[in-house]
């Protein structure tokens, strides 16, 4: 069985911790470690944050097995491609944050401009 939700909001900083709720409920439903929880939670904020987009954002959320899948859009192509695609310096850059909380990310056109998906494997209490 795959468990799907689909979240459409403004992209506005007062609407990301419904987001934040969503993805909360679903981990506490699958019994998701609070360090899991976490490294999703972080990854989640800091695509929410990037105001590269249209007036409303979309996050996805697919389990498959012990991955989550999470995508996120619709950004600008050239600035979210030039955040995760480039060289990740020494500032705290999102492509160091999804380097280090989840384990893969793709860039993908879409409906109405790029989506990243993350993938997270995560563990069960």
């Known amino acids: 069985m795959t468990d799907r939700i689909t979240l459409t909001m403004p992209r506005e900083r007062p609407y990301f911790g ?8 679903l981990a506490a439903r699958l019994d998701v470690t609070v360090e899991s ?3 999703l939670e972080l990854a989640l904020d800091g695509l929410l ?3 590269d987009g249209a007036e409303e954002i979309t996050v996805a959320l697919e389990v498959d097995g012990d991955v989550l899948h999470t995508k996120v859009g619709p950004y600008r192509d050239r600035m979210i491609r ?3 695609e480039g060289e990740p310096g020494e500032s705290m850059s999102l492509r160091r944050l999804l ?4 384990d893969r990310y793709e860039i993908a056109d879409g409906d109405g401009g790029v989506w990243v998906d993350l993938q997270k494997r995560f563990e069960r209490t």
């Not at 419904?18 to 409920?25: C, E, I, K, M, S």
């Not at 380097?99 to 989840?102: G, W």
Request: glycine residues 14%; charged residues 35%; aromatic residues 0%.
């Open 37 to 39: 929880l976490d490294e």
């Open 99 to 102: 380097d280090a909380v989840v």
């Open 82 to 84: 030039g955040e995760l």
């Open 18 to 25: 419904v987001a934040r709720l969503v993805l909360g409920g």
């Open 49 to 51: 944050e990037r105001h």
